[in-house]
């Protein structure tokens, strides 16, 4: 068995900022990546950022210059920092990682619960 479990998130004003954190834990031989998505209201679920075991990023266009993923492979835990948030910014931030549960070629896939991200105008 494999947990994933967000923390973090809240209401903000708009500018103002907020940090995320997903821990990972479990049956767990390593972890490739590990990654935030979230998903407003009527939207679909949409990647924010990612980042792999070597530590290489990837942003959404939307969060580039105000949102900072990073993770502590020793804590097996993902970080979010948001800054300059938008109203646009509200949804529910979703943790992902992708894992080895053992020494197979196989790699699976694991959601974290979510967590409420509000930013008022």
């Known amino acids: 068995q494999v947990q994933v479990v967000e923390s973090g998130g809240g209401l903000v004003q708009a500018g103002g900022s907020l940090g995320l954190s997903c821990v990972a834990s479990?049956?767990?031989?390593?972890?490739?990546?590990m990654g935030w998505y979230r998903q407003g209201t009527g939207n679909q679920r949409e990647m924010v950022a990612r980042?792999?075991?070597?530590?290489?990023?990837n942003y959404a266009d939307s969060v580039k210059g105000r949102f900072t993923i990073s993770r502590d492979s020793a804590k097996s835990t993902v970080y979010l920092q948001m800054n300059s948030l938008k109203p646009e910014d509200t949804a529910v931030y979703y943790c992902?990682?992708?894992?080895?549960?053992?020494?197979?070629?196989?790699?699976?896939?694991?959601w974290g619960q979510g967590t409420q991200v509000t930013v008022s105008s």
């Open positions: 992902r990682i992708l894992v080895r549960v053992d020494t197979s070629e196989y790699q699976y896939l694991y």
């Open positions: 479990g049956s767990i031989l390593s972890i490739n990546s």
């Open positions: 980042i792999t075991s070597g530590g290489t990023t």
